[in-house]
């Protein structure tokens, strides 16, 4: 089973089924009634927000061969829209910026928008991780916005919408994506597992949800995995352990870039998790833990029976050998540091800077 499974099955086919976004749902629809066609929109907001689900019933809505033009919902029954819920339309394109290639994404861009459509009234370019595209593809794309061919559709969509030139973001019309709240993604996580007869208590659900941060798609893959690992069966301590093993991972990649004194791959990291939506003092703060017992270990592996109740046992066996990878001057240095970015954490007018500083120094 993919984790994406309950993301791709769940995911809304209609715009009245898309969860807590109606400052963006109302003026869509009422565009839609009113033929009222941007070329380009800017769907903005954290991950898990419903950006391209949006965005693909915008597309579906516009080439719905059936719709009228006083309604705004798709039928999901023509060609069109059937073909789209497929994944295979040929007018609709989409583009991840972030793993495409690079080189090639303004290339094919640039070839693409010269054709109109094969079968529908507009074709459709969808943009994700917008903000990740090369200079190529902006100014690729800049020159059809100037002057779009009647036919052409454009989706940015981004959570860093301040990163696109100011070129491009004076020509999209922009929609603001809001944070789902805890009891939206309750209530949804609920539904599925009704519909799945999966069994749950109610403080595991909510513990997902509380561990996705407002991202309904985490939320739907973390409860994937765990209806997987204990059939069907999703209790408080089965989520808890889950994410604590997930944790003790992420901060082990983190661990590894600091003891082998890697600058680029650990500012990287950090504003990774920080673009995730992952709350930086609580980071801090498991990561403090974590080279505390790599201190105690190294000051005698003997030590280990205090951290028995804290770890498992393969986490031991990588605390062990993480060990290696410190001597313990750099330890105690790295661990005084990160408890003063703790201090600084509350203070800071830029989330990142503490850890980058501490980073750029220390490493
Ligand atoms: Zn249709």
């Given at each position: 089973m993919s984790q994406l499974v309950f993301y791709r099955k769940y995911r809304p086919q209609t715009f009245a089924?898309?969860?807590?976004?109606?400052?963006?749902?109302?003026?869509?629809?009422?565009?839609?009634?009113?033929?009222?066609?941007?070329?380009?929109?800017?769907?903005?907001?954290?991950?898990g927000t419903g950006k391209t689900?949006?965005?693909?019933?915008?597309?579906?809505?516009?080439?719905?061969?059936?719709?009228?033009?006083?309604?705004?919902?798709?039928?999901?029954?023509?060609?069109?829209?059937?073909?789209?819920n497929l994944g295979n339309a040929l007018d609709l394109i989409e583009i991840d910026a972030a793993s495409s290639g690079r080189v090639d994404d303004a290339r094919s861009l640039r070839e693409n928008i010269k054709f109109p459509p094969v079968s529908s009234k507009y074709k459709?370019?969808?943009?994700?991780?917008?903000?990740?595209?090369?200079?190529?593809?902006?100014?690729?794309?800049l020159k059809t916005l100037e002057e779009p061919p009647s036919y052409v559709v454009f989706i940015f969509a981004t959570t860093e919408p301040d990163k696109l030139p100011a070129t491009i973001l004076s020509r999209v019309e922009r929609y603001d994506f809001k944070k789902l709240n805890l009891d939206d993604i309750i209530s949804c996580l609920k539904s599925i597992c009704k519909q799945e007869g999966i069994k749950f208590e109610e403080e595991a659900l909510r513990l997902i949800a509380v561990y996705s941060e407002g991202g309904l798609r985490d939320a739907q893959s973390l409860l994937g995995q765990i209806s997987l690992i204990t059939n069907q069966n999703i209790t408080k301590k089965s989520?808890?352990?889950?994410?604590?093993?997930?944790?003790?991972?992420?901060?082990?990649?983190?661990?590894?870039?600091?003891?082998?004194?890697?600058?680029?791959?650990?500012?990287?990291?950090?504003?990774?998790?920080f673009d995730e939506g992952y709350d930086l003092e609580v980071f801090n703060r498991e990561v403090l833990n974590y080279l505390r017992k790599i201190l105690l270990l190294k000051i005698s592996p003997s030590l280990g029976k205090i951290l028995e109740k804290e770890a498992t046992?393969?986490?031991?066996?990588?605390?062990?050998?993480?060990?290696d990878l410190f001597d313990t001057p750099f330890l105690e240095k790295l661990?005084?540091?990160?408890?003063?970015?703790?201090?600084?954490?509350?203070?800071?007018?830029?989330?990142?800077?503490?850890?980058?500083?501490?980073?750029?120094e220390e490493l």
């Open positions: 089924q898309v969860i807590n976004q109606k400052n963006v749902i109302k003026p869509l629809a009422n565009a839609l009634i009113h033929g009222q066609i941007s070329h380009a929109y800017l769907f903005s907001g954290l991950r689900t949006v965005a693909r019933l915008l597309a579906k809505a516009l080439n719905c061969q059936n719709r009228k033009s006083n309604e705004f919902e798709s039928c999901n029954q023509c060609d069109s829209c059937k073909a789209i459709i370019f969808i943009i994700d991780e917008a903000h990740q595209m090369t200079k190529d593809a902006f100014d690729a794309l989520v808890e352990d889950l994410i604590g093993a997930i944790n003790f991972e992420r901060i082990r990649r983190f661990i590894v870039f600091l003891g082998k004194k890697d600058k680029e791959k650990a500012l990287e990291f950090i504003n990774n998790i046992s393969d986490e031991m066996t990588i605390l062990f050998k993480q060990a661990l005084k540091r990160f408890i003063e970015i703790q201090v600084q954490l509350r203070r800071t007018p830029i989330p990142t800077l503490p850890f980058e500083l501490g980073i750029s």
